[in-house]
């Protein structure tokens, strides 16, 4: 008899039909030159697409940065901003329609994973433009750290989300995911502080923003745990709740640090019970996490970064018990590589 192996069970997400839960987990790869995605881009992700597959794109910028921040960036190999993708631009628009055609005819899903850096490094240092480093509450401090986002700036960003939502679109993508983690999310205008609701106001513009756009069905938001305090634990849970009444399709989150390190500490389970919608977890998961998660409801869908980077034919291996390729950590990012190929569209499929 056959044993049910919880990762490759179906799974119905809003509209989609899912034919197994394992999702490409949004990476940046640092290979769309100019910020327009390439060719290549089509190859890698239709490796890693299945028929009833789910896949996140990589961060893909809303918007450009001031013209002083884009000659910094072109001098700049190790920027993290380098040769990331774009959705502002109709020219972005055309150049990612192919890469979500390639990923739809192998029977895959695919949205678009919208990243707010409006502002650069060379910004940041002084400390003039809207930051990309916004947490819930915009009191982190950190070296070189820019203020949060003002009041002025607000309309402008939510809107931005709003038009690369509608560009997406029609790329082609099925649908769209705000960044909200990794210190990337939107804040509000930092009147009110000390309610969670004002202090999660903006984010929830933006949201809103990008729903009456495309539609609450076609959006997803990823999101840190911010467990560092109560106080911010308390604020993801009050942002979680507020996506789930507004009928977001679905919240990605990140399993918090244990050691240093990504651990699966089953920490995330307020915010699924939180969540009316499928829940992503995603951070530190190999097979039998992954399992252990579906089979036990802690999640409904499992996303993998470094394993899908290193194994294409990720659903397979899991479904074979299979051996994994090892990642290689020097190729990851691809910004002034000489062959943008190596590490990155040449990893081996199972024979």
Request: glycine fraction near 10%; proline fraction near 5%; charged fraction near 25%.
């Amino acid at each position: 008899m056959k044993t049910t192996i919880p990762l490759l069970t179906p799974y119905k997400m809003g509209q989609f039909d899912l034919s197994h839960r394992v999702v490409l987990a949004p990476l940046t790869r640092q290979r769309a030159y100019g910020s327009v995605p390439q060719p290549h881009a089509a190859v890698y992700y239709a490796q890693r697409a299945s028929p009833g597959g789910f896949l996140i794109s990589e961060g893909t910028r809303i918007a450009a940065g001031s013209p002083a921040a884009a000659a910094w960036q072109e001098q700049e190999s190790s920027s993290s901003f380098k040769d990331v993708p774009g959705i502002w631009a109709r020219e972005h628009v055309e150049a990612w329609r192919p890469v979500v055609d390639a990923v739809h005819a192998k029977g895959a899903f695919f949205f678009c994973q919208l990243w707010h850096v409006a502002a650069d490094v060379v910004q940041q240092r002084q400390q003039q433009q809207v930051s990309p480093q916004m947490s819930f509450d915009g009191r982190r401090e950190e070296l070189s750290s820019p203020r949060r986002v003002a009041a002025v700036d607000a309309p402008h960003v939510a809107d931005g989300f709003r038009r690369a939502a509608r560009n997406a679109i029609d790329a082609g993508f099925d649908g769209v995911e705000i960044l909200g983690a990794n210190g990337y999310f939107v804040d509000n205008d930092g009147q009110g502080v000390n309610g969670l609701e004002s202090r999660c106001r903006f984010a929830m513009e933006v949201v809103d923003a990008v729903a009456r756009e495309v539609g609450g069905h076609r959006v997803g938001v990823r999101l840190d745990q911010f467990n560092a305090t109560a106080d911010e634990h308390a604020l993801a849970l009050h942002v979680v709740s507020r996506l789930s009444d507004r009928g977001v399709l679905y919240c990605h989150m990140i399993e918090p640090r244990v050691d240093g390190r990504r651990r699966v500490s089953r920490r995330l389970l307020p915010f699924r019970e939180a969540f009316g919608g499928t829940f992503i977890a995603s951070g530190g998961y190999g097979r039998d996490e992954g399992d252990a998660a579906v089979g036990e409801g802690y999640a409904d869908l499992v996303a993998y970064g470094r394993l899908f980077l290193a194994n294409p034919d990720l659903p397979r291996r899991f479904e074979l018990g299979a051996p994994l390729n090892e990642c290689d950590a020097a190729t990851f990012y691809g910004a002034g590589a000489a062959d943008p190929a190596v590490g990155y569209t040449d990893y081996p499929f199972l024979d």
